[in-house]
């Protein structure tokens, strides 16, 4: 079960990274309507946030707290996907960054709702419900704004062009996968590439945005072996105040 | 609350005007169609759109503290506050909107600006307590002066208002939660504390506008049941409201001439400094150019993609007509 | 309900004089959890009607307020005009037998 932890920190550092890219719209989206959807869907994966680092918490013991984890970790720590902590650039790039995640998001949260670990199964049936929505949204506006203006196309190929290098990782397993998979707590990586990319390539279509031809993969984001240079400034701001007081309560 | 200073048009006096005032008087509530004086509907515009915009521009102070929230629990609740924030100003432009202006046309107006938003969002947010200051002191105005609005005479703004303060009931209390922790925390957190009430008293007060005796717009405001209380009314019940808190804080209004007047039965009190928000009104504000700045760049970056739906939207139409 | 009979705001221009080319306005309608009918709540903007569904849950349903949603286009609705109120709305007030209280129904009989 030692590979319990590390499963639970990925995935709530996928969240609470993504998350807080999310909140960075806030007050800031293309028009009202947007501005509150991006925000309930940072929520959710703020939720989720606290329900998954609370179990990585709970089994590094020790009093820690999700709140611990999230605000006193560096870098090297950090256990989330490349891909969630590119930059928002601009709307383009926000939207094709969540709807790649989702389509994977999706598939592997549906998973893990069977996991073998009850608490696991629990907090990822819960999350399951938010993530469908998540996906049907993103998938909506990634087709909408592919097959919009010619400008609208240009930004979200140029999106898509720049962030496919990002999404490999997701596939890529280790030991710590093949531990979960065997155990039956998690699926492998693996098993999760080919409906990630037909459910990705049928939306690509209807968006008439082409598919990459690259299969290179960045990857040490879920190894943490590698983090990019954003994440660092991320953390700054996000740690900023939990590193300055820290005997304060809040 | 974010209405201030709504410059009211003069009513005439016609056989009409005198009609339209007897069914507000009989407290009927004016529906879109109805017939309304001109006044009316140009007056309620205004004040709708500024109280809109003020959401709008609202968000940005409070923003600027999403990413640095001190936990997790904290960041969800302050991103769901200033989250209703837009929905409210989504409310409010549409209850504008049944007077015959586009949202986007009052878009254009306040980032040209030929609309106003309310001052208080002038003020920068500089530490983690002026979120509490925010929540306790600027939604503490604004639900004050809210709450009447419920009845005002346009239904529209009305039930607009029913659903904008059934929301904020739990914005005023997140913040005088987070101010309760600051106030009991560690010695830096109660300097925190005091230093976000020192900098937000005055300019809540000024969220009320002007004195009445210096505001020509009020009369027919009031007779036409768009404002509900007078400017100082609002003001007075907001600094008895207050102080008791503050003291329960254990933190210090920063107002040497406070104090409780038995025979008034309200608190006396220094009134800000009107020349000060005049200032801010006219643009001279801390914050003013950051924020429009701000509003114009959302805006500007998402042009393309407002179209670009647009144009989706209207691709499938076609398809829909061809395939038919 | 908000009233947008015809389009709300004809042709309007931007400043430099284009025609705006806006989101239509959409009018929301939900049924809570109890099973009532559903209720106008308010309106909002959206390129197309898949967009607007979105858009309302994610506006107003913000506090699980509901359980199904309507929306439709606000230039869709007719709405009934003001000055047929009389004509429109007090035949009824004639028709005070529509009402169950209008009978009186002696105590002992039990509930009615």
């Given amino acids: ?250 | 609350m974010y209405a201030q200073l709504v410059k009211s048009e003069a009513a005439e006096e016609t056989e009409q005007d005198r009609a339209f005032q007897e069914r507000i008087d009989r407290k009927e509530k004016i529906e879109p169609k109805d017939w309304m004086p001109e006044g009316y509907r140009k007056t309620l515009i205004r004040q709708i759109g500024q109280h809109a915009h003020s959401e709008i521009v609202g968000q940005l102070p409070e923003g600027n503290w999403i990413t640095r929230a001190p936990t997790l629990e904290r960041k969800a609740i302050l991103l769901a506050k200033v989250q209703d924030e837009a929905g409210h100003g989504l409310y409010l432009y549409c209850a504008a909107e049944t007077l015959g202006i586009s949202r986007d046309e009052m878009t254009e107006m306040l980032l040209d600006g030929r609309m106003k938003y309310s001052s208080i969002f002038n003020y920068p947010t500089l530490t983690w307590a002026d979120m509490g200051a925010v929540g306790w002191l600027v939604d503490g105005a604004a639900i004050m002066n809210q709450v009447p609005l419920q009845r005002t005479s346009y239904g529209p703004y009305a039930r607009a208002m029913v659903r904008i303060c059934k929301e904020e009931s739990f914005h005023q209390r997140q913040g005088f939660d987070i101010m309760m922790k600051m106030a009991q925390g560690t010695t830096a957190q109660k300097k925190m504390a005091q230093d976000a009430l020192d900098r937000f008293w005055f300019p809540s007060l000024m969220m009320f506008g002007p004195s009445d005796k210096d505001s020509v717009h009020s009369a027919q405001s009031m007779a036409w049941k768009i404002k509900m209380n007078t400017n100082d009314e609002l003001r007075q019940k907001f600094v008895d409201q207050t102080v008791p808190q503050a003291e329960y804080l254990g933190l210090t209004v920063p107002d040497p001439d406070l104090r409780w007047n038995e025979e008034t039965g309200h608190y006396d009190f220094t009134e800000p400094d009107w020349s000060e928000f005049m200032d801010v009104i006219k643009g001279n504000g801390p914050c003013n150019a950051d924020r429009i700045e701000a509003r114009k760049k959302a805006w500007d970056d998402g042009a393309w993609v407002r179209e670009g739906l647009m144009a989706h939207a209207e691709k499938r139409r076609a398809a829909r007509v061809a395939a038919q | 309900m908000s009233n947008h009979a015809s389009h709300p705001y004809p042709g309007t221009k931007t400043p430099e004089g284009a025609p705006r080319r806006e989101w239509p306005l959409w009018e929301v309608f939900i049924r809570g959890q109890h099973g009532l009918s559903h209720r106008h709540v308010g309106s909002l903007h959206a390129a197309d009607a898949t967009m607007a569904m979105k858009n309302a849950r994610d506006v107003y349903t913000r506090r699980h307020e509901g359980t199904s949603i309507w929306v439709v286009p606000s230039s869709a609705v007719t709405a009934s005009s003001p000055s047929a109120k009389g004509p429109m709305y007090e035949p009824a007030d004639s028709k005070p037998y529509r009402h169950p209280t209008f009978f009186d129904i002696p105590d002992d009989v039990g509930a009615m």
Avoid at chain 1, 57 to 84: H, Q, S, Y
């Fill in chain 1, 1 to 250: 079960m030692s590979a319990l932890g590390p499963l639970a920190t990925r995935m709530g550092d996928n969240t609470l990274i993504l998350g807080h890219r999310l909140s960075e719209w806030c007050g800031q989206a293309p028009a009202l309507e947007e501005d509150i959807a991006l925000a309930n869907t940072a929520l959710d994966l703020i939720g989720q946030t606290q329900m998954w680092l609370g179990l990585a918490a709970e089994i590094a013991g020790e009093g820690k707290t999700a709140d611990d984890l999230a605000m006193r970790r560096d870098v090297w720590d950090f256990r989330n996907l490349l891909l969630v902590e590119r930059p928002n650039v601009d709307f383009a790039y926000t939207t094709t960054r969540q709807f790649l995640f989702d389509r994977w998001h999706l598939p592997m949260l549906d998973a893990l709702s069977r996991s073998s670990e009850p608490r696991v199964a629990a907090i990822a049936a819960k999350a399951v419900k938010e993530a469908t929505y998540h996906a049907e949204r993103s998938a909506e506006l990634v087709v909408a704004l592919g097959d919009g203006t010619a400008e609208s196309h240009d930004r979200m190929q140029a999106a898509l062009d720049a962030l496919w290098p990002y999404t490999g990782e997701m596939f890529i397993g280790d030991d710590i996968d093949a531990e979960l998979a065997s155990e039956g707590i998690a699926p492998a990586p693996e098993s999760l590439r080919d409906g990630w990319e037909e459910a990705v390539r049928t939306f690509l279509a209807d968006a008439t945005l082409s598919v990459p031809d690259s299969d290179f993969a960045h990857r040490g984001g879920r190894s943490g072996a590698r983090h990019s240079e954003h994440l660092g400034h991320l953390l700054t701001q996000m740690q900023w105040l939990q590193r300055a007081y820290p005997d304060a309560t809040w």
